[in-house]
Nanobody, 124 residues
């Protein structure tokens, strides 16, 4: 089993920055592809960003390209999501997920493990 715990969410003004962290525990974490998804109130879950085990491949939703950066530190078992130029529409619960196959990084159905989520609220 892989356990994932997100942190770093909070209230931030539009145009500001925030960094989310996902701390993982359990075996083989460093070999899992990792991703961030988000879900706003009453909305469907939405892909945000993903990163391969080696960090050689990254994927981003069009809505966050150029503003968000996903990274990982396998030695510390932490995945980050650096968010800049935040907009009101970025408001959501952000969850990290792990998938050992990493066949379709943008498909939430492929992920095996999920964190509980951290709230990000952007006000203007």
């Amino acid at each position: 089993q892989v356990q994932l715990v997100e942190s770093g969410g909070g209230l931030v003004q539009a145009g500001g920055s925030l960094r989310l962290s996902c701390a993982a525990s359990g075996r083989t974490f460093s070999r899992y592809g990792m991703a961030w998804f988000r879900q706003g109130p009453g909305l469907e879950r939405e892909f945000v960003a993903a990163i391969s085990w080696s960090a050689g491949r990254t994927y981003y939703a069009d809505s966050v390209k150029g503003r968000f950066t996903i990274s990982r530190d396998n030695a510390k078992n932490i995945v980050y999501l650096q968010m800049k130029s935040l907009k009101a529409e970025d408001t959501a619960v952000y969850r990290c997920a792990a998938d050992r196959s990493f066949i379709a990084p943008m498909d939430s159905r492929r992920y095996d493990y999920w964190g509980q989520g951290t709230q990000v609220t952007v006000f203007s």
